[in-house]
């Protein structure tokens, strides 16, 4: 099953499942939760190695280049962007009888603009496989829109206009 995020305790969210893979390096990025992450493509769709959250991440804890999936909104005359309603966040500390790390979010929605263009991957459970698969954005819609508030884990990157111009699904067993 593909990492989400539901309710915990202490007006966060948690993911449903840890990474499947030894976590990547950081990509260095300096973006906090009001600033998008770098136009640099994603190095994998794997959690960044940093210290585990133990409840709703601080603003220093939360990790510039991954997002909880929520909603997808059309914008209002706007016919080649689309809304991601998403929050931020950060990895959380593994339980005893988990198979890793959740992934905690903030409790705030956000509302980034994403090209209809983007370049997306995806898992199971929007795909039937444990590697990313390209999909096309209304795709995504269409399963967020079947799957509301599912918090699905994505890495992303922005483009110079500032929307997201990738978005890469982190896989969870």
């Known amino acids: 099953m593909g990492s989400s995020a539901t309710p915990s305790g202490g007006g966060g969210k948690t993911a449903g499942a840890s990474p499947s893979a030894a976590p ?18 994603a190095a994998d769709a794997t ?11 601080a603003v220093e804890e939360v990790d510039p280049d991954e997002i909880a999936l929520f909603r997808i909104e059309e914008i ?9 309603v998403l929050q931020h966040g950060a990895w959380g500390c593994p339980g005893k009888d988990t198979d890793g ?14 090209d209809q263009g983007a370049y997306v991957t995806a898992v199971t459970p929007i795909v039937e ?8 954005v ?16 994505f890495r992303y990157t922005v ?15």
Do not use: Y
Request: proline residues 13%; hydrophobic residues 30%.
């Open 24 to 41: 990547s390096t950081p990509s260095g990025s300096t973006a906090s939760p009001s600033s998008p992450a770098s136009a640099e493509p």
């Open 101 to 114: 790390p959740p992934f905690v979010v903030t409790g705030e929605d956000s509302r980034w603009a994403m």
């Open 76 to 84: 209002d005359g706007i016919t080649d962007k689309v809304n991601l």
């Open 129 to 136: 496989s444990t590697e990313n698969q390209r999909i096309g």
């Open 138 to 153: 209304q795709e995504l819609i269409d399963w967020v829109d079947a799957h509301p508030d599912s918090g699905l884990v």
């Open 159 to 173: 483009g110079a206009d500032g929307a997201i111009h990738r978005l890469e699904q982190v896989f969870t067993p």
């Open 47 to 57: 959690p960044s190695a940093v210290p585990c959250a133990d409840g709703p991440p």
